[in-house]
């Protein structure tokens, strides 16, 4: 099987990058690892403005158009907006475009010879999964990484209220552990969908957005907001702050606190974990609350390129007894693939 870099690299049609900043800097590099050269870039219209990017003038789709004629476009950033979504939609129906898959963190690229590798890893994690949705998940999330073909990814969305209608069970007893509580969006679609419950414990890193979030969520009962960084020691680090989804451990901007599930000592019954590829070493910090407390959890499964067959891994090495579910909620690349422990 040829995956989508080699494919690229044997093209014949000019490569066209459609928009800027760093899923478009990951991709140029990648691109001229392979000796793929790129012929050009456009963006939306209001962010064309005469700029340059990697030396390249930057244009408009109809330009880009104009100019190249038979074109593959490669997709460099994410959206979950239909409109966005729907345009993207109409670029593909006029013209070969591909989304490249590179991972948000790390720098193992998802290619075939990274899958030939672990393809025993993958086969067993898809022989574990609950459901018919969860494996044409796995399944079709795997062909896109390696084809770059994002119609793999619109033939298994599900709405995000799919999952609780489905398996992931509400009570009235929940104690909800936020983690990646960002300005309190989940915490705030969980109260709607749970109604009632006995607590709620917010973590979140950033210092800017985690002001956002006790603003958001000031009017809530029996919550607790953390300004915390979730991994898998207790201790501090120099934390990398910019206010949006985006952070992580990258060099020295404010020291803050690390702290794992297992400090926290809040005996969770569900627990979400969005943490920007931090979920590995987060489970790991969790052991003793999973080993004793067996919470329904959801984990973000798209920020490192292993996270399809580490995570549960991870889990099952501290408890064998789950049902996992796995969902893809629409978005563009690979991003909002969520695993459900239940």
């Known amino acids: 099987?040829?995956?989508?870099?080699?494919?690229?690299?044997?093209?014949?049609?000019?490569?066209?990058?459609?928009?800027?900043?760093?899923?478009?800097?990951?991709?140029?590099?990648?691109?001229?690892?392979?000796g793929i050269k790129v012929s050009g870039v456009f963006s939306s219209d209001g962010f064309v403005r005469e700029k340059l990017?990697?030396?390249?003038?930057?244009?408009?789709?109809?330009?880009?158009?104009?100019?190249f004629g038979d074109m593959t476009v490669l997709l460099c950033f994410g959206t979950q907006l239909p409109d966005v979504i729907e345009n993207i939609k109409r670029i593909s129906r006029e013209c070969e475009l591909?989304?490249?898959?590179?991972?948000?963190?790390?720098?193992?690229?998802?290619?075939?010879?990274?899958?030939?590798?672990?393809?025993?890893?993958?086969?067993?994690?898809?022989?574990?999964?609950?459901d018919d949705i969860?494996?044409?998940?796995?399944?079709?999330?795997?062909?896109?990484k390696l084809s770059g073909n994002i119609n793999y990814l619109f033939d298994c969305e599900t709405q995000t209220d799919e999952a609780y209608e489905s398996f992931l069970k509400l009570t009235e007893n929940e104690i909800y552990l936020d983690l990646g509580a960002y300005r309190g969006d989940t915490v705030l679609e969980f109260c709607e969908r749970a109604k009632k419950w006995k607590r709620i414990v917010a973590v979140e890193p950033d210092i800017k957005t985690y002001k956002n979030l006790v603003l958001a969520t000031e009017d809530i009962e029996n919550i607790q907001n953390i300004n915390a960084f979730v991994t898998g020691s207790c201790g501090k680090?120099?934390?990398?702050?910019?206010?949006?989804?985006?952070?992580?451990?990258?060099?020295?901007?404010?020291e803050i606190d690390t702290v794992t599930v297992d400090f926290l000592d809040i005996s969770p019954t569900f627990i979400k974990m969005d943490i920007e590829g931090e979920e590995i070493n987060?489970?790991?910090?969790?052991?003793?609350?999973?080993?004793?407390?067996?919470?329904?959890?959801?984990i973000a499964?798209?920020?490192?390129?292993?996270?399809?067959?580490?995570?549960?891994?991870?889990?099952?090495?501290?408890?064998?007894?789950?049902k996992i579910y796995l969902r893809h909620n629409p978005c563009l690349p690979a991003w909002d693939i969520n695993y459900f422990f239940i």
């Not at 590179?102 to 393809?119: A, H, I, K, M, S």
């Not at 969860?134 to 896109?144: A, I, L, M």
Request: proline residues 4%.
């Open 1 to 34: 099987m040829k995956d989508i870099w080699n494919y690229l690299k044997e093209t014949k049609k000019p490569i066209v990058l459609y928009g800027m900043g760093n899923g478009a800097d990951k991709i140029i590099s990648v691109c001229e690892k392979y």
């Open 53 to 67: 990017f990697h030396g390249m003038p930057v244009t408009n789709y109809s330009t880009a158009k104009s100019k």
């Open 98 to 130: 591909l989304a490249p898959d590179v991972p948000v963190y790390g720098d193992t690229l998802f290619c075939c010879d990274y899958y030939n590798e672990r393809q025993k890893e993958f086969n067993r994690v898809y022989d574990m999964l609950a």
């Open 134 to 144: 969860s494996k044409r998940v796995f399944e079709n999330t795997v062909n896109y």
């Open 237 to 254: 680090t120099d934390f990398y702050v910019n206010g949006s989804r985006g952070i992580g451990v990258f060099g020295k901007t404010r």
């Open 282 to 298: 987060a489970i790991n910090g969790a052991y003793n609350t999973i080993r004793a407390k067996r919470p329904k959890m959801q």
């Open 301 to 322: 499964a798209y920020h490192r390129s292993g996270d399809l067959i580490d995570i549960p891994k991870a889990v099952f090495q501290i408890r064998d007894d789950y």
